[in-house]
């Protein structure tokens, strides 16, 4: 068990990601899309992070598991964001990869807590 939200590898993953959008596209984004599309990349890469650290301190099984289920939707809003920025010229091919290879992972690894805490919560 984990003393602290920190120590879940899906929060480090995320955290990654999130810090990796703020360097890689948050940055490169026009003053014109201030309010638009950088908002929104802004709330869903801290969205993840926050969820997961709610739904733990939650400490109920059925709980912590809806907080990843919307920290999981938050990862996929990231990627369509980044779809988008890439699609109007923000961002290049290669940031879109890493996107795409970072946010499946997080996914991964999300799906495989709430599988854990599925099968904890049957017990």
Not at 14 to 37: D, G, T, Y
Not at 52 to 64: D, L
Request: include cysteine.
């Amino acid at each position: 068990m984990t003393t602290n939200f920190e120590d879940l590898e899906c929060w480090q993953r995320c955290n990654e990601l999130k810090l990796f959008v703020k360097e890689n596209i948050l940055r490169k984004l026009p003053a014109s899309e201030k309010f638009q599309l950088y908002s929104q990349i802004l709330r869903a890469s801290r969205s993840t992070t926050a969820n997961i650290a709610e739904g733990w301190g939650r400490n109920y099984y059925k709980e912590n598991i809806k907080f990843l289920l919307n920290t999981r939707g938050s990862v996929a809003e990231i990627l369509d964001h980044s779809l988008e920025a890439r699609s109007w010229g923000y961002i290049n091919e290669e940031t879109l990869g890493e996107i795409r290879i970072k946010t499946t992972r997080c996914i991964q690894i999300i799906n495989g807590y709430i599988r854990y805490l599925r099968k904890e919560n049957e017990k």
